[in-house]
């Protein structure tokens, strides 16, 4: 078990919908970051949370957007869903701050893809 | 620039054999480098990980060997197994001061696969 659960673990939408994907992370772990990985690509950054507040975003535009939860659990929301945004997604998880990535646990993603 | 880039795509180890994947980067300000494992259906798994400030690093059949002049960083799996068959990502990342720390960089993944 690795202590990150993601949920739905797969989910089909039509292209200009939206989407939340959920994620919940061990108790303690108030750092989380989401990944975007598409097939046979390595993962891509999209944002992290650190006690509720984002403090890192990669290259993807305002419509994915994050929430992060006092209960250690967390959402990424996509708005007007395009075809390219087909993916997995990836949770990742620690305990304290995002200085030591040693400590991360990814979950098992949510495999989406848009039609 | 962020791009880690690996190589080979795919490998393909006889059991007991050596798997070599090797992976360069361009960002000097990286300080952290991780390889993960991930098999189908999985999210990644540290495997190991290395600072710049060592050359090598071994844990059991797993070695990364480090070259920090020339940016680049490798791999080994000695005594390759069945078992070791996934999805093998290397990965950079800087681990304090700046935006981006705490922000994984991947490479695009080797997928190796070992016959019995």
């Known amino acids: 078990e690795t202590g990150v659960t993601q949920s739905p673990t797969h989910l089909i939408k039509t292209r200009g919908q939206q989407v939340t994907l959920r994620c919940s992370s061990q108790s303690g772990h108030n750092t989380v970051s989401w990944y975007q990985q598409a097939l046979g690509q390595g993962p891509q950054f999209i944002f992290q949370?650190?006690?509720?507040?984002?403090?890192g975003r990669g290259n993807f535009p305002p419509r994915f957007s994050g929430l992060q939860f006092p209960n250690y659990s967390s959402e990424l929301n996509v708005n007007a869903l395009e075809l390219d945004d087909s993916a997995l997604y990836l949770c990742?998880?620690?305990?304290?701050?995002?200085?030591?990535?040693?400590?991360?646990?990814f979950g098992s993603g949510t495999r989406l893809t848009v039609v | 620039q962020q791009q880690v880039k690996q190589s080979p795509q795919s490998l393909i180890v006889q059991k007991g054999g050596i798997s070599i994947i090797n992976c360069a980067y361009e960002?000097?300000?990286?300080?952290?480098f991780p390889w993960y494992q991930q098999f189908p259906g999985k999210g990644p798994a540290l495997l190991i990980a290395i600072r710049p400030d060592v050359s090598e690093k071994k844990e059991g059949r797993f070695t990364i060997s480090f070259n920090k002049s020339a940016k680049q960083f490798s791999l080994h799996i000695m005594d390759s197994q069945p078992g070791d068959s996934a999805t093998y990502f290397c990965?950079?990342?800087?681990?304090?001061?700046?935006?981006?720390?705490?922000?994984?960089?991947f490479g695009q993944g080797t997928i190796l696969t070992v016959h019995p």
């Open positions: 990965a950079a990342i800087r681990n304090a001061g700046g935006t981006s720390y705490g922000k994984l960089t």
């Open positions: 949370y650190y006690r509720e507040e984002e403090n």
């Open positions: 960002n000097t300000a990286f300080d952290y």
């Open positions: 990742a998880s620690r305990r304290g701050q995002p200085l030591r990535v040693d400590g991360y646990t």
